[in-house]
């Protein structure tokens, strides 16, 4: 009976504080990229469960029907990720306490006749410098994660349809870097983590393994945890 009256006690006074605001809400993160961000996404909001609401650029599966056609989930280059943001923030709703962002491997890809890259190196700059723009207007906190690496060998096969070269993401993982420390914006390294796991764990041309996915999810989980919960206010 004691015991009965002591549960009932607990469980009115989990109601009370959350009707009183005494609990605090998580942490509402937002996630744009591109194939990569599908693939290890189911992991890593696994892995936030609980810690972080997790939330990100959905579709109804039409972005997994060929990764390498960004539609859908799919952010695509820095330009439909720009163009993306501009409409989404006109939804009143929007408004997460943190966007997670991504863009660089469609802006790289380079016609295989005529050289032509998608994205321009300034083009892309002034796009990452954009999208600062338009979320600091929102105060919507922003953090980066560095574009995962391209395997020449790997990746420039013959029947593509499109070539990636590792100088060109060099170089843009660099302007993107300069933008995002100038800003004073968080960068998470996957590419770094990435190239650690080797050149087995890539199942086509730019694409991870399942558990290459699962091990970065659980690195982007834990600098999140820990940053988040370090600079989450509401």
Not at 131 to 157: A, F, K, Y
Not at 181 to 197: A, E
Request: charged content about 20%; glycine content about 6%.
């Amino acid at each position: 009976m004691i015991i009965h009256k002591l549960v009932q006690l607990s469980v009115l006074c989990i109601l009370l504080s959350a009707n009183l605001g005494w609990i605090k809400p998580l942490p509402e993160l937002f996630l744009i990229g591109d194939s990569i961000s599908i693939q290890y996404g189911p992991y890593l909001e696994n892995y936030l469960d609980g810690i972080i609401e997790y939330e990100r650029k959905q579709d109804d599966g039409e972005a997994e029907a060929n990764l390498d056609v960004p539609t859908g989930a799919n952010g695509g280059d820095s330009s439909m990720v720009l163009a993306y943001l501009r409409s989404k923030l006109q939804d009143p709703n929007f408004n997460p306490d943190f966007l997670m962002l991504n863009c660089g491997l469609h802006d790289i890809k380079r016609d295989p006749a005529t050289n032509q890259i998608q994205i321009d190196k300034d083009a892309y700059l002034q796009n990452l410098e954009q999208i600062v723009e338009l979320l600091h207007v929102n105060d919507i906190q922003i953090l980066w994660i560095r574009t995962t690496p391209v395997v020449d060998s790997i990746h420039n096969h013959p029947g593509m349809s499109f070539y990636r070269y590792s100088s060109d993401l060099k170089e843009y993982n660099r302007i993107a870097d300069e933008v995002f420390k100038k800003h004073n914006v968080p960068i998470i390294d996957l590419h770094g983590f990435t190239v650690h796991l080797g050149e087995e764990s890539y199942i086509d041309h730019v694409h991870f393994s399942e558990s290459a996915r699962n091990l970065q999810a659980s690195f982007l989980a834990g600098y999140l945890t820990s940053y988040i919960q370090g600079n989450f206010q509401r």
